[in-house]
């Protein structure tokens, strides 16, 4: 048994290795390796598909110069005198949390955000292995290394993965469920078997990982949770065993976000919005995504509305061949060996309870197939409630994640029955090549897509880059915008602040209501009209007329001078330049 179990403890590590391998060799394909470049930041100032990236990244540069504080995720560079917290910025708290550690080693110039997608990455091939070898049976070592890379590389070609890979950071992080996935199906067998089921901690770790990653991974992940402590009390009959298993991912939730900042502040967490930004029912099948990507060349892109372009939840042919084919298999399988089809819902039932439950959150009480709706009304206050998850359409990953894993278990059961041991070994993975032969096939044209857009040159001039704000930071405290800003030059204005170690009252989260921030807009507005500034301060504005009243007020003033930047309007006292 000793000897089993540590044999078997090598296979997984084994077939992890090799799917976390097959991950990043994707990421290499997809992107190559000017992300890695961590002093270069140019292809982030680009934007990538939309700007949202400039905020993760703005999140980033100002933490990493603010005090250290509880909770760890304060901020009280950004949206000064106000602070905030970064898990309002995007900006993946407990990643940054561990560079900020590091910032006395680290360059001036400093960017992650490669190397996590590129882990990311990794991790997804790494669980997709494990997902993809961990039932059917006993197998030749050579088939388990087959099917973990074939696994992993199904997993890591996921168009939801890629879609999100640099358009929004933290949501590429769907390894966490990925993973709180396999650890419950490994939990309910170990039950089931009667063994020792040794993964109990993990239940606690990983939605205090989550809630540290973005928020948006802790429904699914707690729902994991919520089903390994169900497991417990319908195997084992512990009822208050189960409910401490579930009691534990609800602490080790809580310590996170009140240890980031993410609970406790006073900022609310809800949101307008359950029912706009949600998942249009033929996302599976409809290739169509933010950034006009070309994602399948078999299927047209559906209709849908506007603002479901979030709710991106297209499979890939060769998953949806294999999805379908498994059902197929299944209705085949229920008309012949009923008994076979009781055992498996009595063994799956909860989890396909917990699909059918994020499928309709996901779809949310607007319902929608491409411009066809139905409304079914909800009291307000649940729709407040819904809100705090109002991108509804993510909580679709982990039902994904179920059919491609039905998927690769179907096929592994169906060649089971073949005769010969070679046959029922090479079998499914010759049919998961070609599965993962048609998904490339299918999506390649988007990777291409993505490979060119991060392969743009470099913006010239941006606040956060050009020569003429280099130097604003030297014997300055603080960058002020001194009134209405533009919101497309917000972000790359904070992440100027946040480049030259000035604090500023610019606020770019997305939660929060900064009242001394905003006052400070109108008081450095006030100042500078009344013909004074603060000597370690730099004022920005958008609006030429008010720089124009500026350079009339201070023309003459040999301490002060000016610069624009892309429509930014700077003044800045002259002993900051040398």
């Known amino acids: 048994m000793h000897f089993t179990y540590h044999n078997t403890i090598f296979k997984k590590t084994a077939a992890a290795l090799i799917g976390a391998a097959v991950g990043v060799a994707v990421f290499l394909w997809l992107f190559g390796t000017q992300t890695l470049h961590v002093t270069q930041d140019g292809w982030i100032l680009n934007g990538y598909v939309e700007t949202d990236i400039l905020q993760h990244y703005a999140g980033w540069v100002l933490f990493r110069n603010s005090h250290w504080s509880l909770p760890l995720g304060f901020c009280d560079l950004l949206a000064a005198p106000d602070g905030t917290f970064i898990s309002y910025t995007d900006s993946l708290p407990w990643v940054s949390i561990f560079f900020k550690l590091l910032r006395s080693v680290l360059p001036p110039t400093f960017q992650w955000f490669g190397w996590y997608v590129l882990f990311c990455f990794g991790m997804q091939g790494a669980a997709g292995a494990l997902l993809s070898t961990r039932s059917g049976g006993e197998i030749h070592w050579s088939a388990t290394v087959l099917l973990a890379a074939l696994g992993g590389l199904l997993f890591a070609c996921l168009p939801t993965l890629w879609e999100r890979a640099f358009r929004h950071v933290a949501l590429t992080s769907q390894y966490l469920i990925l993973f709180a996935l396999y650890f419950y199906l490994e939990y309910r067998s170990a039950l089931a078997a009667g063994r020792q089921a040794r993964w109990g901690w993990v239940f606690v770790f990983l939605p205090f990982v989550a809630v540290g990653i973005h928020p948006y991974f802790?429904?699914?992940?707690?729902?994991?949770?919520?089903?390994?402590?169900?497991?417990?009390?319908?195997?084992?009959?512990?009822?208050?065993?189960?409910?401490?298993?579930?009691?534990?991912?609800v602490l080790g939730a809580l310590a996170g976000a009140f240890l980031l900042g993410a609970l406790g502040t006073g900022v609310s967490a809800s949101r307008f919005g359950y029912g706009d930004i949600s998942m249009n029912l033929n996302a599976i099948f409809n290739p169509s995504s933010r950034g006009g990507f070309h994602w399948s060349r078999a299927l047209p892109v559906q209709q849908q509305f506007p603002d479901q372009y979030d709710g991106f939840n297209y499979l890939g042919l060769g998953v949806l061949?294999?999805?379908?084919?498994?059902?197929?298999?299944?209705?085949?399988?229920?008309?012949?060996?009923?008994?076979?089809v009781q055992h498996w819902w009595k063994r799956n039932g909860l989890l396909f309870g917990a699909c059918v439950f994020l499928s309709?959150?996901?779809?949310?009480?607007?319902?929608?197939?491409?411009?066809?709706?139905?409304?079914?009304?909800?009291?307000q206050v649940l729709t407040d409630l819904c809100?705090?998850?109002?991108?509804s359409g993510r909580?679709?990953?982990?039902?994904?994640?179920?059919?491609?894993?039905?998927?690769?278990?179907?096929?592994?059961?169906?060649?089971?029955?073949?005769?010969?041991?070679?046959?029922?070994?090479?079998?499914?993975c010759l049919l998961l090549t070609a599965v993962c032969a048609v998904q490339l096939w299918d999506i390649s044209p988007a990777a291409a897509e993505m490979r060119a857009l991060l392969e743009r040159p470099a913006p010239e001039h941006t606040a956060a880059?050009?020569?003429?704000?280099?130097?604003?930071?030297?014997?300055?405290?603080?960058?002020?915008?001194?009134?209405p800003l533009r919101e497309d030059r917000t972000r790359e204005l904070a992440i100027l602040a946040g480049k030259q170690g000035l604090a500023t009252n610019i606020s770019i989260a997305v939660s929060g209501e900064y009242p001394q921030a905003q006052a400070s807009i109108l008081q450095a507005d006030a100042q500078l009209e009344s013909g004074s500034y603060d000597s370690q301060t730099v004022y920005v504005t958008t609006e030429e007329s008010q720089y124009q009243q500026w350079q009339q007020i201070f023309g003459n003033d040999p301490n002060v001078g000016f610069c624009v930047v892309n429509s930014c309007y700077f003044m800045v006292p002259l002993h900051t330049i040398q």
């Open 218 to 249: 802790l429904p699914p992940v707690m729902l994991c949770t919520l089903l390994a402590g169900l497991e417990l009390w319908r195997q084992k009959h512990r009822p208050v065993a189960g409910m401490a298993l579930f009691g534990g991912g």
């Open 321 to 340: 061949l294999l999805v379908c084919a498994a059902l197929g298999y299944s209705v085949w399988q229920s008309i012949r060996s009923p008994i076979t």
């Open 360 to 379: 309709l959150f996901a779809v949310t009480n607007h319902i929608t197939l491409g411009q066809w709706s139905l409304e079914i009304p909800l009291p």
């Open 387 to 391: 809100g705090i998850f109002r991108s």
């Open 395 to 428: 909580m679709f990953y982990l039902v994904a994640v179920c059919m491609v894993v039905f998927g690769i278990n179907t096929l592994r059961c169906m060649c089971s029955k073949l005769s010969g041991r070679l046959l029922r070994d090479s079998m499914p």
């Open 465 to 483: 880059s050009d020569y003429e704000t280099e130097q604003i930071g030297v014997g300055n405290t603080r960058l002020w915008a001194a009134g």
